[in-house]
């Protein structure tokens, strides 16, 4: 099924980036690693065993997407997947957060995936087919005490998700959302670099292997949304329903920043 599918993949230089390129690629697929670090994109890619490309590209630079794609077009003509993946978080009390922190972390989590999905769209439609993952979080459906900033970005990211999966109905180009917990990864040497959150969650937190296969998984089966860890799934349903007595139930177990 994945079998000769052109991936390009967003901050594939470590994380969950890096490994589902490697599993894509485990399944015959050919991911294409985009990052901003060449460095340690190259390092990324010495993990996996198969055809593959690694780009480096800005996904706050609308012209280097653009040249990206262009590239990609050339040497494969098609781009069948795109995982906007790229993205960070800074754990800290809105009062510390400079009105700069906010909008750079809008302009990388959520415009990066709406830049680039403006600049591979055009071409999947024109194939009749195609697929955008899109990652964004647990925090986006969920709010937590110093992660405004961030929460605010992945609820952007899940209701362009939505709404553009509502505006490609019948046009064979499936768009889904990936939102899981804390994952163990790289994100939190910025996020928090004290190490109290990692701590104070490991019971909880995700291992990056298990979120990048089920990723992959998510892609076989044109799923529209996959909620990580699944029991997460549930408590988010009681937040939808009653906000006010989620937030008390939930205050202390949550807010661990």
């Known amino acids: 099924m994945l079998h000769g599918k052109v991936a390009l993949i967003t901050g594939a230089s470590s994380g969950i980036g890096a490994l589902t390129a490697q599993m894509l690629a485990a399944k015959g697929a050919i991911p294409v690693l985009t990052a901003r670090n060449a460095e340690k994109l190259r390092d990324a890619a010495l993990g996996i065993r198969g055809e593959y490309v690694a780009m480096t590209m800005d996904v706050t630079d609308t012209g280097q997407i653009c040249g990206t794609v ?3 077009m ?7 997947i795109l995982i906007n993946n790229a993205g960070y978080g800074i754990f800290e009390s809105f009062d510390r957060l400079r009105i700069e922190q906010f909008a750079d972390m809008m302009d990388v989590n ?9 600049a591979v769209l055009p071409h999947m439609l024109e194939a009749g087919s195609g697929h955008i993952v899109n990652v964004a979080s ?12 961030y929460t605010a970005t992945k609820h952007a990211v899940l209701g362009f998700t939505n709404s553009l999966r509502q505006e490609l109905a019948g ?7 990936v939102n899981p917990g804390p994952i163990d990864t790289p994100f939190f040497e910025k996020a928090d670099p004290s190490g109290n959150y990692v701590r104070n969650v490991s019971f909880f937190i995700l291992k990056p292997e298990k979120v990048a296969g ?35 139930l939930t205050y202390r177990w949550l807010n661990r920043k």
């Open 70 to 72: 262009e590239r990609i």
């Open 74 to 80: 050339d040497k494969f003509g098609k781009i069948d």
């Open 110 to 118: 959520y415009m990066g995936v709406v830049r680039c999905t403006k």
């Open 138 to 149: 647990m925090a986006g459906k969920i709010g937590t005490a110093k992660s405004t900033s």
């Open 171 to 177: 046009t064979n180009v499936t768009v889904s959302s």
């Open 214 to 248: 089920e990723i992959v998984k998510l892609i076989e089966r044109r799923k529209p949304e996959l909620n990580l860890p699944r029991a997460a799934a549930a408590g988010i349903k009681l937040y939808q329903l009653f906000p006010r007595l989620a937030d008390k």
